[in-house]
């Protein structure tokens, strides 16, 4: 994912968690690598795709097809 665009990190994350799901863990989830904000927090401030989503594959037991 060397160019993550927004719509690909969405859907990578809702393969991963489904679609409800996804967005509780974006909304609700703290993330230490993200220096103690949320996915969507992240995203808010500007933090890039990649970075956010690697943070999520750090975190959870993300399987390489998504990765």
């Given at each position: 994912m060397a160019d993550v665009r927004l719509?690909?990190?969405w859907d990578r994350m809702n393969q991963q968690f489904g679609e409800?799901?996804?967005?509780?863990v974006a909304k609700d989830h703290?993330?230490?690598?993200?220096?103690?904000?949320?996915v969507e927090q992240a995203l808010?401030?500007?933090?890039?795709v990649k970075r956010?989503?690697?943070a999520v594959c750090a975190t959870f037991d993300v399987p390489q097809r998504l990765r």
């Open positions: 719509s690909v990190f409800v799901y996804a967005t509780s703290v993330l230490a690598e993200l220096g103690g904000r949320t808010a401030e500007g933090q890039p956010v989503w690697e």
